[in-house]
């Protein structure tokens, strides 16, 4: 079965400048989830879907991120306008149901300059 | 609130070294926990796991036992190989505050030949 894909793999952009990440989750995972990884850190949750629906985007700054999961499937995650500080690695995750293992992608790797 | 602290590395070992990381919770209820090994480069892949008191996961030649009265668990291997070389995070699920995960800061472990 094919695991979890992103894309792109690495984006270098400058600050203020927009950005977007897209997952592809595995195939029957209801939810999906992103994640942030600063270096040397643990991930920490933006924001988790059950199918179509954000369930938990406490973590997630509304300011300048959004994401959408269009009919359960794809993700995108975006950010508008990017800082500095966002240089981090991107993680999309999914599991099959809430609570269940999860499985993640490879990551985006996203510097801003 | 729930939460997982780790041993803090970096941790290098020799070649067939025995390997212990150590790794306690805190949680609400009964959560399921699970170690995650990231390789330079690559997403999180799930290492092993166990959902109740007394399991014990096991993959790889990793082990780890799931210990309620100490709210532990430690990942050891018997005998590491270069190959091991990789950031460790454990991790649990919580099915109290709706399984979100809860990731540690991560354990860098270095084998050299």
């Known amino acids: 079965e094919a695991g979890v894909v992103q894309s792109p793999r690495y984006k270098i952009i400058e600050k203020k400048q927009p950005v977007a990440f897209w997952c592809n989750p595995i195939?029957?995972?209801?939810?999906l989830y992103w994640y942030l990884q600063n270096l040397g850190q643990g991930p920490e949750l933006l924001i988790r879907?059950?199918?179509?629906?954000?369930?938990?985007d406490s973590q997630l700054p509304k300011d300048r991120f959004s994401a959408e999961r269009l009919k359960g499937v794809d993700s995108t995650l975006k950010i508008q306008p990017a800082e500095l500080g966002d240089s981090a690695v991107y993680l999309c995750?999914?599991?099959?149901?809430?609570?269940?293992?999860?499985?993640f992608g490879p990551g985006t790797r996203l510097t801003v300059t | 609130g729930d939460s997982v602290t780790q041993m803090e590395g970096p941790v290098t070992l020799s070649e067939e070294a025995f390997l212990t990381i150590n790794c306690t919770y805190t949680?609400?209820?009964?959560?399921?926990l699970f170690w995650y090994v990231q390789y330079p480069g690559e997403g999180l892949q799930l290492l092993l796991k166990a959902t109740k008191a007394d399991d014990k996961g096991s993959n790889k030649g990793f082990e780890a036992t799931y210990r309620k009265e100490t709210t532990s668990f430690h990942l050891e291997k018997g005998s590491v190989q270069v190959s091991d070389s990789a950031v460790y995070f454990c991790?649990?699920?919580?099915?109290?505050?709706?399984?979100?995960?809860?990731f540690g800061t991560g354990t860098s472990l270095t084998v050299i030949p």
């Open positions: 949680a609400t209820g009964y959560p399921s």
């Open positions: 879907y059950e199918n179509e629906e954000a369930v938990d």
């Open positions: 995750a999914s599991s099959r149901s809430r609570g269940d293992e999860q499985y």
């Open positions: 991790a649990l699920s919580d099915r109290n505050t709706g399984n979100q995960f809860y």
């Open positions: 195939s029957g995972h209801n939810t």
